[in-house]
C-alpha cells in the first residue's frame, strides 16, 4: 500500500480504520477512483482507503493510525484544485473532509466566522445571507474553505478584499503525528510568536491537515455596479489598468478576457460581447462613492480607446454579465470536445502583463495551439488553458513545453509560476527555480513537522 510500508501492515491498516469509520471507510474502486484526481489534466492516482471524517478528533485518529504504519495521507475536499494536489501518487489513505460541513459560530459583532474545513463558498454565503455580511474569497469553483486555505487559494474579489492568507484568522490543524494544533486567534493583529497560520495557508496538505477555521467577514455593499469594456489591444488595457489602480479606484473586481475567450463565451453561452480583449469590472459602495468611481474610471478608459462601457446595477443584469467570465472554462472545453486541457497560471507586476501576455500569445500561436486568456488584471494574475487530444505525445510535449516558456518568462519579469493554482505535483520544477535559496529552509520545514514524509508526499517539495 503506497509504496512506503511492508505490504503485511496493510490488512492490520484497514482492520484499525474499519474500528474506528465502520461504513465511513471504503476500497471501493470507484469511491477510490473519485478521489485520485482533481480538475487538472494530471493522471489519475487513486489512494488505497478513503475515509469520510466528521470531526477533528476523527481525522486526527485516522492520521494517528497511519503515521503508526508510516502510510500517506491525502486530504481531499472538493476535488477541484488545478495541479494535482489530490492525487494519490504514493497510495495510502484519503482522508475526505466534505462530511465536516458545519457552520460553527458567527460572531457578527466581531465580523468573523468559524467553520469546518468542508464547508464550501457557497453553503457559507447561503448561510450568511440574512446577517448583513459576507465572505468575498471566489476561486470560481464552489472549494471547500479548508480547501481554498490550503492551496492559498484567490481570485476575482482580490483586488479588494486580499486572499486566503489576508482572510485567514486561525485554524484548527492535525499534525503528521495526529497531534492537534491552533493556530492564530480572532484578535485583528497580534506579534505573537511565529505565524503558523500562515505557513499552512498554502502548504497543500503537505504539512498537516486543516480542519477548522476561523475568517474575515466583510459587510456586504450598499450599491454593486458592474460593467465591460472593451479596447482594442491588451496592451491598452493594461495601461488603463495601471493608470485606475495609481489613481486608487477602489474596484471590487477588474477582470481580463481576450479576444479568443470573448469569442468562445459567445459561442458556448450566446452572448453578443464584442470580440475584442475586454475588461470586466465591478464597484461597490455607497451610491455616491460607486457613481464617482465609474466617473473616473470612464474618463480613464476612454483616455486608452476603451469603448462600450455602461455600468449595471441590478442582479440579473451583472450575473448576465459575469456569466461570460464564469464560463470561460467550459466554453474552452466546448471548442475542443473530447480534448484535454492542461490548465495554468502565472502572475507577474502589472506593469509586465501585456507584455508577457503577447508573448506567451506569439508563443502558442507559432505552436498551432489555439487557447484564451483570462486573468486577475488588477494583480497581474492570468490563466490560459491548452487543449491536447488524449494519447498525442507530441502535441503533450508541445504544450508542456508553450507551459514551461511561460512560466520562466513570468520569473524573468519578476513574477511567480503561480498566482493562485499552487504547486502541487506540477509545478515543483519551477518552484525550485523560483525560491532556490529557500529551498533548504523549506525542506527543513517539512522534515520537521512531517519527518515520514506521508502528508501528502509527492506535492509541492520533490522529497
Known sequence: MGGTE??????????????????????????????????????SAAPDLVVFAQSTDEVAAAVRVCAA???????????????????????GVCIDLTQMNAVLAVRADDMDVSVQAGVTRRQLEEYLRDTGLHFPVDPGADATLGGMAATGASGTTTLR????????????????DGSVVKTGGRARKSSAGYDLTR???????????????????????????????????IEHMVEAVTMATQCEIPLARMELMDDVAIFAVNMYAGLENEVAPTLFLEFAGTPTSVADDIERFSDIASEFGGKGFEAKTSLEERNKL???????????KALNPGKKGLITDVCVPVSQLSDVIAQTRKDIEETGLITAFVGHVGDGNFHTTLWVEPGDEAALKTAQGVIE???????????????????GMGKMKYLAKEHASALAPMRAIKK????????????????
Open 6 to 43: 511492508k505490504n503485511e501492515t496493510a490488512p492490520a491498516l484497514k482492520t484499525e480504520l474499519a474500528a474506528l469509520f465502520g461504513d465511513r471507510l471504503s476500497s471501493s474502486p470507484a469511491v477510490r477512483e473519485q478521489h485520485g484526481h482533481d480538475e487538472s489534466a494530471h493522471e
Open 69 to 91: 504504519h508510516k502510510v500517506p495521507v491525502i486530504a481531499f475536499g472538493a476535488g477541484s484544485a488545478l495541479e494535482g494536489h489530490v492525487n494519490a501518487v504514493r497510495g
Open 161 to 176: 478584499y486580499g486572499a486566503m492568507r489576508e482572510n485567514v484568522m486561525a485554524m484548527t490543524v492535525v499534525m503528521a
Open 199 to 233: 505557513l499552512m495557508i498554502g502548504s497543500e496538505g503537505t504539512l498537516g491537515i486543516i480542519t477548522e477555521l476561523t475568517l474575515r467577514l466583510y459587510g456586504r455593499p450598499e450599491t454593486v455596479a458592474s460593467g465591460i469594456c472593451a479596447f482594442d489591444t
Open 322 to 332: 459575469w456569466r461570460a467570465r464564469h464560463e470561460a472554462l467550459y466554453a474552452g
Open 405 to 423: 516558456r511561460m512560466v520562466y518568462r513570468a520569473l524573468d519579469a519578476g513574477g511567480t509560476c503561480t498566482g493562485e493554482h499552487g504547486i
Open 448 to 463: 520537521a513537522l512531517d519527518p515520514d514524509n506521508i502528508m501528502n508526499p509527492g506535492k509541492v517539495l520533490a522529497v
